[in-house]
Structure formats: structure tokens, C-alpha cells
């Protein structure tokens, strides 16, 4: 518990206003240094093999212009490809508001690196307003928990998910976070904090719905 706890800390969350194709969109962006070299990195983030084993199974075409898909959620195109430090692609769930994911890792020194995930979306204000940045952000903590625990060597992945118990508070505070990061971006502190209780009730299944 403390482990992940620690690692939510650790991460560096900002929201930020800007366009995707013309149109008024929000940025999450999650910043995280991780104790693995780049190539490690960007092995575990591009190489199917590696990618099902502590986020999700993918098939498809990795290669520029090539177009995957995660099983159960997104798909997309491959849009661009900085190898060995970042990469871009579309990224569509359902009928999903248009959406881009952003990755690069930089080196901080010999076997450590700072990983990057942008992910900037239309998303539509009324869901904006009832949820806030961490509907898509409390995701993106958990997926950083899985990819740091396979970079220590850590059994992690969809059959090695944490109990209730334990992740329900993970989501909580991961909530609350992205609240924090909207109140720097200029959200109303009140609504900030209402949005991150529907957020957390949404992803702990207590609000009778569930996380997709």
C-alpha cells in the first residue's frame, strides 16, 4: 500500500487549455521518473510483448501510420515516432471525443528516466464539468503503477491488479490530485472537489456504474 501511495506522490500532474484539430480541448499531462534507462523504457511503452504484460493485450501495426488496437479500450493510428524517446498517436474509445496521447522519456541519468504521458482530448464540457481532468487522469495514474512496477521487476498487469482495498483509496487520492491540478489551471475549487468525489465514485463502482 504504502508502494503505490508513494509512487502517486511522485507523479507531476498538469492541466492544461489548449486545441486538437481546431476544436477547444484539455491536456492531462503526467510526468514520472522511473528507475529503468531509456531503452528499457521505451521497450516496455512500444513492443507488444512488453505492453501486455503491465497494461493491456494489443494488436495491429506499431509502425508509423500503422493503426492498434487495445483490447477492451482504445484504438488508434500511429501519427509519429521519435524512436527511442517519444511517440503520438490517435486515440479512440467508442464514439470518444477526438483524442491524442503524447509519450516521451528523457534520460535524468545512467538508469533513471523521466517518463511524459500528454494526453489532450475534445472532451465535451458537460462531462468536463461532472468529472474533471481525472476521468482521464486517475486511468493514466494506473497505468504509470503498472508500467513502474514491471520496470522493478514487479508481477503487475490486469491478472496481478491490487484488491479493492487497496486501489479504491488509490483512485481516491489520484482523484483529489487531478483536482489540485485543476484548481492550478484555473478551476473553481468548489467544483474542482465535487467533480474528483464523482470521479472517485465512478472508478470505485459506487456511483452504479463502474470504471469501462
Not at 487531478?178 to 465514485?201: E, L, V
Amino acid at each position: 500500500m504504502a508502494d503505490i501511495m508513494d509512487m502517486l506522490t511522485g507523479i507531476t500532474r498538469l492541466v492544461k487549455t489548449t486545441t486538437l484539430n481546431h476544436q477547444e480541448a484539455t491536456s492531462v499531462v503526467l510526468q514520472l521518473e522511473v528507475p529503468a534507462p531509456v531503452h528499457d523504457v521505451w521497450a516496455a511503452c512500444t513492443e507488444a510483448d512488453s505492453i501486455q504484460k503491465w497494461f493491456l493485450p494489443i494488436s495491429g501495426d506499431l509502425g508509423i501510420g500503422g493503426r492498434y488496437a487495445l483490447e477492451g479500450n482504445a484504438s488508434g493510428e500511429v501519427l509519429d515516432c521519435n524512436a527511442g524517446r517519444s511517440f503520438r498517436v490517435s486515440w479512440v474509445m467508442g464514439q470518444g471525443p477526438d483524442s491524442e496521447l503524447l509519450f516521451t522519456v528523457t534520460p535524468t541519468n545512467v538508469d533513471h528516466s523521466l517518463v511524459e504521458l500528454a494526453h489532450t482530448s475534445t472532451v465535451d464540457p458537460e462531462m468536463m464539468a461532472n468529472y474533471g481532468p481525472g476521468s482521464v487522469g486517475v486511468g493514466w495514474d494506473g497505468a504509470l503503477l503498472g508500467l513502474q512496477h514491471y520496470l522493478r521487476g514487479i508481477p503487475t498487469g490486469p491478472q496481478h491488479r491490487p484488491a479493492p482495498e487497496i486501489m479504491n483509496p488509490f483512485m481516491a487520492a489520484s482523484s483529489e490530485a487531478w483536482a489540485d491540478a485543476a484548481i492550478a489551471n484555473g478551476a473553481n475549487p468548489g467544483d474542482a472537489r465535487a467533480a474528483a468525489r464523482r470521479t472517485t465514485a465512478f472508478y470505485t463502482g459506487t456511483d452504479g456504474q463502474g470504471a469501462s
